[in-house]
């Protein structure tokens, strides 16, 4: 089967789905029934995590959006933002979270009032297609920002929207510049020899070790996460190691933030966003560093700045509330030895013992030793 069928497959399995529930829609008011609409409760109390499956997930419990007096401009933009979705399947189209918000502006009363209110409708439309396989991008919603970047020992084959001819991105030829992670990843084939895959958190650290062609010499891909990594950079890194076999590295600042917003994102999931985890985490990921550890390691005791009282709040939470955390005792011990600590490094903390030291020295020590990566 071909990128092409597999992505028809699922268009079709796309509007099916929401036929079915206009279905049961029209059937209970032909039989003198309010009609109603089962949808995944989004919660944390309908979230459980199991290591063994290696993501945050959605539970059970649902609850039933029916049609009352209170609730027709609800329910009708429910059915409105369905019925949007699929003409965009089927005109092989696509639109912004931002346009869906403006194209409701023609709906007359049941129109959004803010984008808040039409994301709030696409993320009930999500949850519900997702107990079916099918995330936001099936639906043809699109986020407003794109992925991050890649470089290295990678071709992406895409295909032109235009004429859907292959198209090839050889990610090691673009000089000093890089791929851009595409809104929409389902579609793409890769082709590499790499042995694994660098994610990192800063633009400026990926800017490095691309322009001094670190995933040449160690034989790599390198993603750039900007921050959180977005849906598209997450789906992007999920699929390429699970079609070529790949282990993710994760090369983050030493901090709170980057642990439990940044890096358990990439790897576990949210809990606000457990309804598509399972389509977007990537389970199989390590965290390379920067770990507490490689403070006093490599040095950098004086090149780290003091905790705030945030970065504080953010690791006692994690240690009370997270179950990622509690799960990997390895992952509470590093959060305790930090608190203990009281600092924290940035990735750009290496410098301190010369601008390529990252590349020389810090990251050859730490991939020599893979089994001193935190899970």
């Known amino acids: 089967m071909t990128e092409g069928d597999a992505q028809s497959e699922l268009d079709r399995k796309t509007i099916a789905l929401i036929e079915a529930i206009a279905t049961e829609v029209r059937r209970s008011i032909d039989g003198g029934l309010p009609p109603g609409i089962k949808v995944p409760v989004r919660s944390l109390d309908n979230v459980t995590y199991e290591p063994a499956k290696g993501y945050f997930e959605l539970g059970d419990a649902r609850k039933t959006r029916t049609l009352t007096v209170n609730t027709v401009r609800s329910f009708a933009q429910t059915l409105r933002l369905m019925a949007t979705a699929r003409s965009l399947v089927a005109h092989d189209d696509f639109a912004t979270k931002r346009e869906v918000y403006y194209i409701s502006k023609n709906w007359g009363d049941c129109r959004f ?30 986020p407003e920002s794109h992925g991050g970047s890649v470089a290295g020992r990678l071709a992406v084959i895409d295909r032109s929207p235009a004429t859907g001819e ?17 809104h929409s990843v389902e579609h793409l084939g890769f082709r590499t020899d790499a042995r694994f895959v660098l994610a990192i958190e ?37 699929l390429l190691s699970d079609r070529q076999n790949l282990p993710v590295y994760c090369f983050v600042d030493c901090d709170p933030y980057g642990f439990t917003n940044i890096y358990r994102t990439l790897k576990v999931g949210s809990g606000n966003a457990a309804h598509v985890n399972r389509f977007l985490c990537v389970p199989q990921a390590r965290f390379l560093g920067v770990t507490p550890q490689d403070i006093v390691e490599f ?3 004086d090149a780290t700045h003091p905790l705030q009282a945030i970065d504080v709040k953010r690791a006692e939470d994690a240690l009370r509330h997270d179950p990622f955390i509690a799960a990997h005792p390895a992952w509470s011990a590093a959060i305790r030895q930090l608190l203990a600590m009281g600092v924290r490094a940035e990735q750009q903390a290496l410098a301190k013992w010369g601008l390529n030291y990252v590349i020389e020295e810090y990251l050859p020590r730490k991939l020599a030793d893979e089994g001193g990566f935190l899970p």
């Open 113 to 142: 009032a803010e984008q808040a209110e039409s994301d709030a409708t696409m993320d009930d439309i999500e949850a519900l297609a997702s107990v079916h396989g099918l995330s936001r991008e099936q639906l043809r919603f699109y």
């Open 166 to 182: 292959t198209i090839e991105v050889d990610c090691a030829a673009l000089g000093s510049g890089a791929y851009s992670i595409p």
């Open 299 to 301: 040095g950098l005791q």
């Open 202 to 238: 800063t633009g400026g650290m990926f800017q490095r070790l691309n322009n001094h062609r670190f995933w040449d010499t160690a034989q790599c891909i390198l993603v750039e996460l900007g921050g959180v990594p977005t849906r598209a950079t997450r789906r992007f890194i999920r």
